[in-house]
Each structure stands twice: as structure tokens, then as C-alpha cells.
């Protein structure tokens, strides 16, 4: 499959349908750097290690490298979104149906935004393939559940294993620092922190960033009638084009979604920052690396629970617990539903 920029810049401005799937991709890679990437940096702000601007910027710069480094050296992640719904052999309404799954998340985040409900771009991405995949194939042939399954996997990942990982990592810390002077032990949680907080940016770029780059190789393929990537090399260029987009997203900021994770829930120290901030990170790297999706906001939200744990559970604002499984209970059906409806029509319009 060719998937040379020449070609993908001639066959965006010849093809209405991919030139929107591209912008819609685009735009949720944007606000996906926008509103999930200062999860990376929360604890990092909130323990005044760094300020606001210097940490958004640190992780505007993370975010394009993880997304470049680790697609070129393990683009798993990419692969599993790719092959997890099979759109059928007609690659025009393929992609139809995939500009249609990417629009259903637009419309998803918009009302759920409305109605208050706790969103998460990972799950809608998700849910707007499989419901688009179902309404090509009118059952679940267009699922692969051998891939889809590693989604399930990656709700248990990003909450028990982050959980464990964030009360594991800061008793031992809490345990190996007892007789360390605080003031000693501040300075170096101080330079810590900033070293987890951009390996957790690192890893969302990683994660997140793969996730949308498989969605644009899946337009490509359509686009030049292939119904599938198989054999696809993903190009440097898209992996720059991705990186830069997120990049730019996550330079807008988010200082309320800073508050909310890093103050709201847990009231943190430095040390438990950076074991929120590690825990989060391994979470995050293990999942990439056998190609498992996982939300980076849920998974680093239960390292923070994790962390909070160890001094007791009332420390925890289970607030945040409720809205991460208001999220898993909506995004699926509702944002699945809307793209089945819209692939249902956008293939009797084009």
C-alpha cells in the first residue's frame, strides 16, 4: 500500500470523505492533547514542582515524542485498532462508515458534555468503530473479538494494576524514607516528580497517539482500496503529523482538569506525586507494549487512588470512582448507538 505524503495530500484534496476523516481526526487528536494530556501533569502542578505554563510545555513536548519514538519502535497499539472491526470489502463504504464513527464521537462528547456525563476519547474511539463495523455487517461479524477483547483487558489493566502500582510504589517509599529528613526528601521528590510527570506524558503521546494514527492508516487503506492495512509500514510523516497536532493540543493547557485529578481527589506530597506519576507511566508502557488501549485519564486516576490508599481509603474522593464507571457505562452503548445510526445513514447519503 502506498502511503507516500505525495499521495495522501493528493487523494485528502480529491476525496471529500477522506479529507473529513482526516479533519475529524485531527480535531480529536487535538482535544485529546488537549483535555487527557494534563492528566500527565496534575500531581507535577498541584505539588508545585513546576508551575503551570513550564509544565504544559514539558508535556506538549513529551506527548510529540512519545508519539514518534515508541509508534517506531512498537506500533502494537496502532495494529489492535486497526484490525479490531473489520469494515467489509466495499472500501467506499468502509469509509463512509469510518468518517461516520468518527463523527458520532463529535456528537457523543458534545451531549454528553451537556448532560454532565464523564467522557473519555479512548472508549469513544472505541465504541464508534465497533458501532460503525456492526452496521456494515447488521450483526458482529464486522468484530474481531480476538483484538476487541485486549479493550476489556485494558479496563482491568488501567484500574487494578494502576491501583496496585500506585499503593505498591508509594509504601515502599514510605517505608524506605521513614527516618529521611523531610527537607532532603522534598528536593529530591521535587526533581522526581518532573521526571515522572514527563515519562507519563511520554507514555500518553505513546498510547493515545497510536490509537489515531491506526484510524488514519485504516482511511488510507480504503482510500486506495485496500479493506484492510495488512502489510501497511506506518510513514514517518504521519507519525510527525499526529505528534505535532498532540503537541499543539496539549500546549492549549487544561488547568481545570489539572484541579480536578490533582487536587480534587487526593490531596497530594511530592513523593506520592511521583509514585502516582510512576505507577501511572509502568501502567501505561506495559499496556503499549502488547498493544492493549487503555484510557491514560482512568489509568492514572487509579494510580492517585492507588497512592491515596496507603494513608486510608477515606482519603480517596470516590466522586471520581463513580464517574469512571459512569464513563465505562455510557461511552460504550451510547457512543456505539450513535455511530451504528450515523453509518446507517451516511451510507444511504453518499
Known amino acids: 500500500m502506498d502511503v507516500s505524503f505525495a ?36 500531581t507535577c502542578v498541584t505539588t508545585r514542582c513546576m508551575n503551570v505554563r ?34 467489509g470489502s466495499n472500501t ?44 456494515i455487517h447488521g450483526g458482529l461479524g464486522g468484530v474481531n473479538m480476538n483484538e476487541w477483547v485486549k479493550v476489556l483487558y485494558g479496563l482491568v489493566l488501567s484500574l487494578a494494576i494502576g491501583f496496585a502500582l500506585g499503593w505498591g510504589i508509594c ?22 516528580q518532573i521526571f515522572g510527570a514527563a515519562f507519563m506524558s511520554f507514555m500518553h503521546g ?13 482511511g488510507v ?13 506506518i510513514p514517518i510523516w504521519l507519525m510527525l503529523l499526529c505528534s505535532t497536532v498532540m503537541g499543539v493540543g496539549t500546549s492549549v493547557g487544561g488547568e481545570k482538569i489539572i484541579k480536578s485529578v490533582g487536587m480534587d481527589m487526593v490531596k497530594l506530597e511530592r513523593f506520592q506525586g511521583f509514585s502516582a506519576d510512576l505507577a501511572g507511566a509502568i501502567c501505561i508502557l506495559l499496556s503499549t507494549v ?3 488501549p487503555v484510557s491514560t485519564t482512568h489509568t492514572k ?35 456505539g448507538l450513535i455511530s451504528f445510526i450515523m453509518a446507517k445513514l451516511f451510507m444511504l447519503a453518499f
Open 206 to 218: 505513546a498510547q493515545d497517539g497510536q490509537k489515531f494514527i491506526g484510524v488514519l492508516l485504516l
Open 301 to 335: 486516576t487509579s494510580a492517585i487512588m492507588g497512592v491515596g490508599a496507603v494513608k486510608r481509603l477515606s482519603a480517596i474522593n470516590f466522586t471520581v470512582v463513580r464517574d469512571m464507571v459512569l464513563t465505562w457505562i455510557f461511552t460504550f452503548p451510547g457512543c
Open 92 to 135: 467506499h463504504e468502509a469509509l463512509v462508515a469510518l468518517c461516520a464513527a468518527l463523527f458520532s464521537i463529535v456528537v457523543y462528547s458534545v451531549g454528553a458534555s451537556i448532560f454532565g456525563i464523564p467522557t473519555s476519547e479512548s472508549h469513544s474511539l472505541i465504541a464508534g468503530l465497533t458501532g460503525a463495523a456492526l452496521a
Open 54 to 87: 513550564a509544565a504544559i510545555i514539558m508535556s506538549a513536548i513529551f506527548n510529540f515524542l512519545g508519539v514518534l519514538i515508541m509508534t517506531h519502535l512498537n506500533a502494537s497499539v496502532a495494529s489492535t485498532i486497526s484490525n479490531m472491526v473489520d469494515f
Open 221 to 233: 487503506a480504503f482510500c486506495n482500496g485496500q479493506p484492510d492495512v495488512a502489510g501497511a509500514v
Open 290 to 292: 502488547f498493544g492493549i
Open 7 to 42: 499521495l495522501f495530500v493528493q487523494q485528502v484534496f480529491s476525496n471529500p470523505l477522506l479529507a473529513i476523516t482526516v479533519l475529524l481526526t485531527l480535531g480529536v487528536i487535538f482535544v485529546n492533547g488537549w483535555t487527557d494530556a494534563p492528566n500527565a501533569i496534575a
Open 171 to 192: 509504601k515502599l517509599i514510605t517505608v524506605a524514607c521513614h527516618n529521611v529528613d523531610r527537607r532532603r526528601a522534598n528536593g529530591f521528590f521535587t526533581g522526581a
